[in-house]
C-alpha cells in the first residue's frame, strides 16, 4: 500500500468512516463550491472614501508611507519628489505591466532586472482597508521578488480596488483567475519587512524592504 | 535534549538570571500586544469560535479535504508527498534535493521540519541547511533549539549575537561595529541575500494549506519565508496533515486570530499564498513546487481523546500567558513544542513514558484555554495525559501513596470532614501570626512560605454560607 493510501486509511480508520459517505462528501462539496464567510469585521464595512481613509490609517500604523493623488498624470511626479528626497536614482526597477508602462515618466527611467539594491515599482492587484494591506499578484507584469528585493519598494493602487475584507479579494480573484484556482503567488503585503529577533527591539528592513511607499490614484 | 528531565532544567532556567529578564520583557510585550489588539477587535471572539468550528470541521472530515487539496495542487502543476513518520518525510526531501545535485537549502521557519528532525537529515546527505528566519539563523549558529515559538532567540543578548556573528562570518573585517541592533541585522540580512540568491532549494512550512485551491500559506514579518519560496528552483513545502482548511473564506477567519493571538499584530506583515510552480511568462518563482503532507503521529491523535489539540495553530498565545512557561522558557520542556500545547502534543509524539512531567508543570490556571483562538481544553487534555501516567505507573511511588492516600479519605466523607477539621486545626496552632507557614517538614517551604488555614475546612465553610443564602 502506499503511504498516501495508509495515511488516508489511517485517518478514516481514526474517524470511524469509509470515505464513501454521501453526506460527508456533500458536507465537503457544498463547503467548497460555497465557501461560507464566517465573522466578518464591521470595521471595513465603509463607503469608498472612508474606506480609503481606514486603508491609508491602518498602513500608517504599520510603518508603511502613503502619499494620495489625484489621477494616473499625477503618479510619475510624486514617485519622483519621493526618490529625490531619498536621495535615489531616478531608475526604478519594474516589471512589464501596461498600466505602468503608460504613465508619463518624465524623467525617470523604469528597467527590468535585478532589484537588489534599488527602489522598485509594482501595482497592486488591490488592496484591503481593514488591516493597511496590499495585495499583489505574480507574474510579468509585476514580478513577485520586486515584493522582497528591493530596500524601497513603490507600489500603486487604484482608490478604486481598495475593499474593505479579505473576503472582497477572494471575490475578485475568482473573478480574474476562476473558481479555484489562484495566480502562483499572492502576496499580502502589510508595511515594510521587520523583525524583533535581535535585541528585542522592532527594527525595519529584516530581508524584505526598509521602506514601503503606496501611492493611492484616485478616489475622494 | 529529550523531555523526560524537565524538574532539572526547570531548576536551571530558573537561576538563569538572563533567561529571566528576557522572559518578562517578552512575558509583558506580549501579553499586553495581544489584549490591545483584542481589544481594538469587537468580532475577536466570534471568530475565535468561527476558527473553531473550521478546524473541527475539517478534521471531522479530513480525509475528503486531504483528496480535494490534492487534486488541486496536482492541476497547477505541483507535487504531493505523503509520509507517514518523521523518517519518509526526510527520505522525501533529501530524495528531492538529491535528484537536483542541491548543495545549499535556505529554509523558512517550519515547526514540523524541527519535529521531524530534516537539517539534520539533509546535513547527513549533503545538503546545507541554512536558516533564513533571523531568530532561527541565530540559534543555528549557536547549535540551540528555539525557546519560543514566535520569537526563537528571546532569550539571546545583542552582546551573544555579536559574538556568534564575529565567529560565524569570517570573510568579513574583524574590526567592524557590532554594538548597535541594526549592524547585527545589516550583516545577517547581507549574508543571508547571499544564500537566498545562490540556493538550489527553498524549504517553507506552512501556516495553512487550502484544499479549495491548492494553496500553502505562509506568515512573516521578516520576507524570508516568501524569498524562500521565490528564488531557489524548487520549492519544498512541509506540512502537518492537520493544516488544512477548506476554503479561502476559512484561511482568512483563521489569518484573523492568528497573528493577533501570536504577536498582537492585525496581521502579519507578510502573507504569502503560493500554488504551484511558475507557469507559463512567469518572470520568477521556483520550477517546482512539492508538498510533503507529514502524518507522524496526527491520525492516531485524531482518534483519540487527545484529538482537539489537532485544531493547533501554532500562536503561542498558550506559552506567554502561561506562568509555568513564563518562569521557565522553553528549552526547560525539552522539545519543540513548549509550554501548555507542549505539554500535551509532546507525550502524543514522544510517548508519555518519555514526557511524564510536561502535563504535571501545570498550576492548572486555565490561562492558556481562555487565550488559545481555537479554544483547544488544554487543562483538560494535560489531565487525561495525567490519568494515563498514573494508570500506567509513570507516577513516583510517593506520589503514588499520597493520591492513594486522599483517595481513601474522598472516598469517606464523614472520615474527610473529620480529618480535615482536624488538619485545618493543627495548620492554623502553628501559624506564625501572620497567616503564613515558614517551616514545614516537606521541602515546600524552602523557598515559599505556604499560607495557613484561617478558620474552617471549605466544605463548612460553603455549608454555612449556603444556609445564610437561604435566610437572607
Known sequence: MSARAEILADVRRALGVTGSEASRRRAVADRLEHAPQGTIPARGQLDPAERKALFRAEAERVLASVAEVASNADVAAEVATYLRRRNLPATLRAGADPYLAALPWQGLELAEGSPDGTAALSRAFGAVAESGTLVLVSGKENPTRL????????????????VGDYETIWQRLRGAYGKGAMPRTVNFISGPSRSADIGRTMQLGAHGPRELRIIIVGGK | MNAAQFTRRAHLALEDKQLQTALSISRDGFTAQRAAAVARLPEFDSLRDSARDIKAHTLAHLDLYLEAYEKRVTASGGIVHYARSAKDANDIVVSICRRHGAKLAVKGKTMIGEEIGVNAALEANGVDPVETDLGEYILQLRGELPSHITAPAVHLTKEQIAADFRRAHRDLPEGRDLTEASALLAEARAVLRKMFLSADIGITGANFLVAETGTSIIVTNEGNGDLAATLPKVHIVLASIEKLVPTLEDAAQLLRVLTRSATGQEISTYTTFATGPRRPGD???????????????????????FAEVLRCIRCGACMNHCPVYQSVGGHAYGSV?????????????????NAVDLPNASSFCGACESVCPVRIPLPKLMRFWREHAFERGLVSVRQRLALNLWGFFAK???LYRFATRAAVRVLAKIDGEDGRLRKMPASWTASRDFPAPQGETFQAEFARRKSMGRRS
Do not use: C, K, M
Open chain 1, 147 to 162: 515584493n522582497f528585493l528591493p530596500p524601497t519598494h513603490i507600489v500603486v493602487v487604484a482608490a478604486g480596488d481598495i
Open chain 2, 283 to 305: 518572470p520568477d518563482g521556483p520550477e517546482e513546487y512539492h508538498v510533503v503532507l507529514v502524518d507522524n503521529g496526527r491520525s492516531a491523535l485524531l482518534g483519540s481523546e
Open chain 2, 337 to 353: 513544542y513548549a509550554g501548555p500545547i507542549g505539554a500535551v502534543l509532546t507525550p502524543a509524539l514522544v510517548g508519555i513514558e
Open chain 2, 412 to 414: 469517606r466523607p464523614a
